[in-house]
Each structure stands twice: as structure tokens, then as C-alpha cells.
Nanobody, 128 residues
Framework: VQLQASGGGLVQAGDSLRLSCAAS????????MGWFRQAPGKEREFVGA????????DFADSVKGRFTSSRDNARNTVYLQMTSLRPEDTAVYYC??????????????????????WGQGTQVTVSS
């Protein structure tokens, strides 16, 4: 199983960035996909999640209204669209996969312990 995250980089406050996470080795439509981040000296935190169907999703309050997520099941890829970026968004961003086939198409976990597979992370740095 491999989750390959990409799209990170150095941007200025107010800019936008889109992260991608390509999955292989899993039946992608059977998995809800989540995004987490970890800033230096801080614990990993939930950013957002999207259900198997892509029709339901949730985001942390800190990013709600600025970040969205979508998925392309034909391409085995999930995206995190980030807008109005702030310096406090600086972190390593991780994508993760949770097998939710038994929980219906619209379920998505929001805690890290519910995710079985993790990507390697991509650095996002937002300068002020």
C-alpha cells in the first residue's frame, strides 16, 4: 500500500495550494480519506476528511471555509484545496486512508487512530 502525497511548497500568506494524494495497493473506493498535519513541536492534528462517495466531508474549525477536499475514484486520488493560507497553516501534511466499506458511503473518520494507511507527508510553508 502506498499513499503518495504531493503539491506542498513555500507560499505567501493569502495564497492557495492544492495537495494531491495518490493511492495504490488498496481498493480506493472502499476507503474514506483523511488529511492531518503536524507543525514543529506540536501534535498531529485533524485537518479534514472525505467519505468514500466524496459527497460528505468535514474539516477542522481552524480551516473550515478555507480548505476543501475532493476525490477522483477513477484516478485513486484525493485532493486538498487550500485557500487563504496563513502562517499558522505551516506544517507537514499527511493523507491517510480508512477502510469504511462496512460503514456506508458517507462515513468518514476524524481521528488518526481510525486510519490504517498513511502517506509520507508533504511540507507546506506559509510565509507572512
Amino acid at each position: 500500500v502506498q499513499l503518495q502525497a504531493s503539491g506542498g511548497g513555500l507560499v505567501q500568506a493569502g495564497d492557495s495550494l492544492r495537495l494531491s494524494c495518490a493511492a495504490s495497493g488498496i481498493s480506493f473506493p472502499d476507503y474514506a480519506m483523511g488529511w492531518f498535519r503536524q507543525a514543529p513541536g506540536k501534535e498531529r492534528e485533524f485537518v479534514g476528511a472525505v467519505s468514500r462517495s466524496g459527497g460528505t466531508f468535514d474539516f477542522a474549525d481552524s480551516v473550515k471555509g478555507r480548505f476543501t477536499s475532493s476525490r477522483d475514484n477513477a484516478r485513486n486520488t484525493v485532493y486538498l484545496q487550500m485557500t487563504s493560507l496563513r502562517p499558522e497553516d505551516t506544517a507537514v501534511y499527511y493523507c491517510a486512508a480508512a477502510y469504511t466499506y462496512l460503514y456506508g458511503r458517507h462515513y468518514y473518520p476524524t481521528t488518526a487512530d481510525q486510519y490504517s494507511y498513511w502517506g509520507q507527508g508533504t511540507q507546506v510553508t506559509v510565509s507572512s
